[in-house]
T-cell receptor
């Protein structure tokens, strides 16, 4: 599975949209982009995933560029409870191992 | 409630004393896996299991064993723990392995300290 690059940390004002970028320039055609988050030392939590098209669910939106070399996770109205480490992962259905990097530490500021 | 249950939450032990961390899921998932998390290194996969009696090594399997005798349980065994195995451990499960339907559900973690 390809690796990803994320900024180590970001801040966002409460109530504003949080836009978390991820670079995956070596992504292959069969690899999906996944996002998980980890609040403090709890177990990571699934957020969203996608292949080519933009995706939206009750938690967030995922915007994938046309060339698929980067993506952005959008939390539309960040709350203090969204303070967490966010992991961007690329994943192929032929890969058994699952690599989590060090992610982006998002701090939502009151 | 759908969940992955790990026990214990905290464990302090001494070098060489065998221990088992239990993991159980109530979602009838086929795929289960174990991770360790260390500062600056992210989550690294230790072992995974595709189904009952089917297990395989992840990135950092040395010093660990697993078994999958029942679908719901996937214990992590440290036969002779050493201080470098001090870490935060997570168990996870998913209905499917790999996209497009894979969604990992994680347990709440086990903080292990080996003295």
């Amino acid at each position: 599975d390809a690796k990803t690059t994320q900024p180590p940390s970001m801040d966002c004002a409460e109530g504003r949209a949080a836009n978390l970028p991820c670079n995956h320039s070596t992504i292959s055609g069969n690899e999906y982009v996944y996002w998980y988050r980890q609040i403090h030392s709890q177990g990571p939590q699934y957020i969203i995933h996608g292949l080519k098209n933009n995706e939206t669910n009750e938690m967030a939106s995922l915007i994938i560029t046309e060339d698929r070399k980067s993506s952005t996770l959008i939390l539309p109205h960040a709350t203090l409870r969204d303070t967490a480490v966010y992991y961007c992962i690329v994943r192929a259905n032929t890969g058994n191992q699952f690599y989590f990097g060090t992610g982006t530490s998002l701090t939502v500021i009151p | 409630e759908a969940q992955v249950t790990q026990n214990p939450r905290y464990l302090i032990t001494v070098t060489g004393k065998k221990l088992t961390v239990t993991c159980s899921q109530n979602m009838n998932h086929e795929y289960m896996s174990w991770y360790r998390q260390d500062p600056g290194l992210g989550l690294r996969q230790i072992y995974y299991s595709m189904n009952v009696e089917v297990t395989d090594k992840g990135d950092v399997p040395e010093g660990y064993k697993v078994s999958r005798k029942e679908k719901r349980n996937f214990p992590l065994i440290l036969e002779s723990p050493s201080p470098n195995q001090t870490s935060l451990y997570f168990c996870a499960s998913s209905r499917d392995r790999g996209p497009p339907n894979e969604k990992l559900f994680f347990g709440s973690g086990t903080q292990l300290s080996v003295l």
